[in-house]
């Protein structure tokens, strides 16, 4: 399912969606690593932010 963009929400900061590319690129620029690294992670160790920032060795909030 595509993000809905008309609603205001804060977004999810727990999951990963390699779906959206300023997700992707958001994601990216935050754990400072490409997109294939990001998504050879998610591919690991699933969508979880905490879990792809473990695996990648990075801080998470």
């Known amino acids: 399912m595509t993000d809905d ?3 205001r929400g804060l977004p ?3 999951r990963i ?3 959206e590319p300023w997700e992707v690129r958001d994601w990216c ?3 400072g690593v490409t997109e294939a690294q990001l998504r050879a992670a998610v ?10 920032a473990k ?4 801080p998470y909030p």
């Open 29 to 31: 620029t935050k754990f």
């Open 55 to 58: 695996y990648l060795g990075k």
């Open 12 to 14: 999810d900061q727990q």
């Open 43 to 52: 591919k690991a160790v699933g969508v979880m932010a905490r879990d792809v």
């Open 5 to 7: 963009l008309t609603k």
């Open 17 to 19: 969606n390699l779906n």
